[in-house]
């Protein structure tokens, strides 16, 4: 039940098009729902996050898609470009609880 | 504020060696996390302070892992003796507060144990 299962593991997509992240969870005790963006060498950073009061949070050409009802939430970017190349993570906290549960990472690949 | 500062960024050592990590975290956070990362098991949570006082180290796999914190800007997570399995990129992060708020990742060290 603490799991968040992401996918796809890897994903390839030309400039301009649209990549879409995918990530499911079961624990409705969730409240908190971050991505984070990994360059290689560097460490995650934090990219936008939303709360389950909402369905869609966008910053810039990054949007998360949250559905409550089938526990799913989504990142999409739009327009990609080469230098959007990363792993993204997407993660999910339940209320007071300090600690992040993970997804697995997905290594996306913008090509020119 | 130069982010949460990690040291060595590559450590290469022999098995059976004693390692030593080290992390700055940023000034006036009260929380810090250590991480290791790998292919096969992406992000795992090793250890949770919070105002120096170690509050969760439930994922620090074996007694050969141990961390301390002795002041609100230092930490150190200490393998002895290392084994190869223990190769992976060990990441520090900070956060303002208790739960709340965004973490605030170094650039890790990678550790290579041969």
């Known amino acids: 039940q603490q799991q968040v299962k992401q996918s796809p593991q890897s994903l390839i997509v030309q400039k301009g098009g649209i990549p879409i992240i995918n990530c499911a969870y079961e624990?409705?005790?969730?409240?908190?729902f971050p991505w984070y963006q990994q360059f290689p060498g560097k460490g995650p950073a934090l990219l936008i996050a939303i709360r389950p009061d909402v369905s869609e949070k966008k910053e810039g050409r990054f949007t998360i898609s949250f559905n409550k009802s089938a526990k799913q939430f989504s990142l999409h970017i739009m327009d990609s470009q080469p230098g959007d190349s990363a792993t993204y993570f997407c993660?999910?906290?339940?209320?007071?609880?300090?600690?992040?549960?993970w997804g697995a990472g997905t290594k996306l690949i913008i090509k020119p | 504020d130069a982010g949460v500062i990690q040291s060595p960024r590559h450590e290469v050592t022999e098995m059976g060696q004693e390692v030593t990590l080290r992390c700055k975290p940023i000034s006036g956070h009260n929380s810090l996390f250590w991480y290791r990362q790998t292919m096969m098991r992406g992000l795992e949570l090793l250890i949770y302070?919070?105002?120096?006082?170690?509050?969760?180290d439930s994922g620090m796999p074996e007694d050969r892992f141990s961390a301390k914190m002795p002041n609100a800007s230092f930490s150190t997570l200490k393998i002895q003796p290392s084994e190869p399995r223990d190769s992976a990129v060990y990441f520090c992060a900070s956060r303002e507060g208790d739960y709340a708020g965004e973490l605030f990742f170094g650039e890790g060290s990678r550790l290579t144990v041969l």
């Open positions: 624990n409705t005790a969730f409240d908190y």
């Open positions: 993660a999910a906290r339940a209320g007071s609880n300090y600690q992040l549960i």
């Open positions: 302070f919070n105002n120096n006082v170690p509050i969760d």
